[in-house]
Structures are given as structure tokens and as C-alpha cells.
């Protein structure tokens, strides 16, 4: 096991991670997807984790999802989502980062 999967299982993370270009239906996606009561979606949709806080280690980008997701049992039993476009600005850089730390498949929405 990796150091990143072994700091991904101390935190909840998102299952799922949507993004994609500016007026391409990353926000109908969002509210469609988090209608479902076995769904747990972040307050804020665009949390812009990898955006953000792209210089920083992995353990500050988990400790984030978690300020977000709390810890794991509070959840369990629900799919956590998030969506952020701001991701599409270095697509192939933050999809591979987030690919490694979460090993997330993602949705992306493009024109």
C-alpha cells in the first residue's frame, strides 16, 4: 500500500469527482446526483481542493475533504461527491494527482 492510500484511508474522500468546463452541465450533474438520499454531497460545490492547495502535501489536501466530508463513519454508507471546473485549467496534471492520491475515476464534462 502506498503512503497516499494509506493517508486516504484516514480520511473520507470523495467518491466520485466532477468537473469540467464552464457552462457544460457540471452543475446539473451535481444537483441530479446529490438528489439521491444515499448521496452526501459538499456544501460548497466547488471546493477546489487541487486547485487551491495544489502546492501543498497530500496530508493537507485529505485533512481538507475531511473539514468537508467529516470523518469516515459519518458517511459510510453514502457516496461523497464533489465538483469542481477550476480542475479543467491543468486537466492532465490535477486528473493524474488526483487519480494517484484518491484513485478516483473522474467525470469529465467538456463542450
Do not use: W
Amino acid at each position: 500500500m502506498s503512503i497516499s492510500s494509506k493517508l486516504a484511508c484516514e480520511y473520507r474522500t470523495p467518491d466520485v469527482i466532477i468537473f469540467g468546463g464552464m457552462r457544460c452541465g457540471t452543475t446539473s450533474l451535481f444537483r441530479y446526483i446529490s438528489s439521491h438520499p444515499k448521496v452526501f454531497k459538499s456544501r460548497k460545490k466547488e471546493l477546489d481542493v487541487f486547485t487551491l492547495y495544489d502546492d501543498r502535501g497530500d496530508d493537507v489536501l485529505l485533512s481538507k475533504y475531511q473539514d468537508v466530508f467529516g470523518k469516515e463513519d459519518e458517511n459510510r454508507n453514502k457516496l461523497c461527491i464533489e465538483a469542481s471546473p477550476s480542475y479543467t485549467r491543468r486537466y492532465k496534471e490535477t486528473s493524474n494527482r488526483i487519480s494517484n492520491l484518491l484513485g478516483l475515476s473522474l467525470i469529465h464534462i467538456s463542450e
